[in-house]
Structures are given as structure tokens and as C-alpha cells.
């Protein structure tokens, strides 16, 4: 018996900071920081006014001298700043550790580790929308920072995929079920907000395959299996 695919289609970086303030969404700001490693070669989207600023979070080592390079696809004008770990929000746009400012084409900033900890990377965009590839690097160690611990998994087939018009062209799923549960913004599992992660899913549910889906006791995914059944 052939499954019926269920799909659905319900098309926001202006000022960047006070819109971003308005915003709530997974790197939003510092309390819903992305992690990430140094070394680490990751592509976003940013938007004026959908995805205005990106907040990452990586652990570092006393003495590392650590880099941050955003290169942009579109014209959207990026900024780059590196922020303290003692900070809790963006929103009243603290001073930065190091920043490179407005470009449409590549931005790199660099700051010297004086303590060991969790800093945050902030990608602001100023005029429309751009695919960006952010390269971190760090010279030294690399910290062994876990990941949260699982607290329980969905499994089962992608019944449906979700999508709202301001975040299809972004590639960004506004709620996705999976074996009958609920995946999205306000549900007890959260989405993230990687598009590989939601290309993952869209394979997945075109091919009937079988997904596991771990989480965080507050619901941040924390991995993802796929299996033939």
C-alpha cells in the first residue's frame, strides 16, 4: 500500500538589532545560541527580516587565538562580533570582544582567548537576504565539550512537513511530524534551524524511511537516525 506524502505549503535581516530583539527563533540570541566547533565549516541563511542576527556558541581554551570569517552568496551586508561568555542577551547590542563590520562580500574577525570559556559569535546582516559559509578556527586544543544529555526519542515515519511562506525560500520547516508527534517552535521537541537538518528530513519522508529523533530535556534535538524498515 502506497503511503500518501502529505505536504504543506502555508513566503522575514531594515535595521538588524531592533528587529532581532522583536525575533524568537533557535540563534536568535544568546539563550538559544547555536553550537558549534572550531574548525567547523558552517552554511546559514541570514535575512533582514526573518533571520536579522544568527547567535553562535563556542567553547574555548585560555591562550587560543580564535578566527571567525562570514563570506556572503547575495548582498546583504554582514557584521561579525565576538561576544563575552558572561553576557545573557544581544538585544541592548553590548560591546563587542572584536568585530569587522558591515561588507557584502567576506568579513573576518580574530581575538586573542584570555579566559577559558563559552563565547558567542553574532552574524548581523543590514539589507536582504544571503546564503553565508562561516569558517571558525581556533589555534591550540580543541575543548571536549559534550553534548546535553538525552532525555527521550521520537521515532517512526516523517508524516508531514510543514512549511510557512516566510521561511520556504530559507529552507526552514515551520513544523514537522514524526511517528504522530509534533516537531516545531512551540511543541515539547524543538526544530532546529540547520536546513541540512530539514533536507534530512524531506529524504526521509519522500522514501518512507524509518527516523529516530533524540532530545535534550528542553527539547533541543540532539541527534537524528534513519533506517531502513
Known amino acids: ?21 522583536q525575533n524568537s527563533y533557535e540563534g536568535s540570541d544568546i539563550r538559544t545560541a547555536i553550537p558549534i566547533q572550531f574548525g567547523q ?14 547567535v553562535y556558541s563556542v567553547s574555548l ?3 587560543q587565538r ?14 561579525v562580533g565576538i561576544y563575552s561568555p558572561t ?3 544581544l538585544a541592548n547590542s553590548p560591546s563587542t570582544l572584536a568585530a569587522s563590520y ?7 574577525v580574530e ?3 584570555p579566559t577559558a570559556g563559552t563565547y558567542y559569535i553574532a552574524v548581523w546582516s543590514r539589507y536582504g537576504a ?6 571558525a578556527n581556533a589555534v591550540g586544543a580543541q575543548l571536549d565539550v559534550p553534548l546535553p544529555s538525552i532525555a527521550s526519542c521520537i521515532e517512526g515515519q516523517v508524516d508531514d512537513i510543514q512549511f510557512n511562506m516566510r521561511q520556504v525560500s530559507l529552507n526552514l520547516a515551520d513544523e514537522v511530524t514524526v511517528g504522530g508527534v509534533p516537531i516545531c517552535a512551540s511543541c515539547a521537541v524543538k526544530p532546529t534551524l540547520f536546513p541540512a537538518f530539514v533536507d534530512f528530513l524531506k529524504q526521509a519522508h519522500f522514501t518512507g524511511t524509518w527516523v529516530k529523533v533524540c532530545h535534550a530535556a528542553d527539547g533541543q534535538i540532539v541527534s537524528v537516525k534513519s533506517a531502513r524498515r
Do not use: C
Open 1 to 21: 500500500m502506497t503511503q500518501k506524502k502529505k505536504w504543506t505549503l502555508m513566503l522575514l535581516l531594515a535595521s538588524a538589532m531592533p528587529v532581532a530583539a
Open 41 to 54: 565549516v558552517l552554511h546559514d541563511n541570514v535575512d533582514q527580516t526573518l533571520r536579522p542576527r544568527l
Open 61 to 63: 581554551a585560555r591562550g
Open 66 to 79: 580564535f578566527t571567525a570569517t562570514v563570506k556572503e552568496t547575495g548582498k546583504a551586508q554582514v557584521y
Open 87 to 89: 553576557l545573557t542577551t
Open 102 to 108: 558591515w561588507d557584502t562580500d567576506a568579513v573576518s
Open 111 to 113: 581575538y586573542a582567548v
Open 130 to 135: 544571503s546564503e553565508i559559509e562561516l569558517v
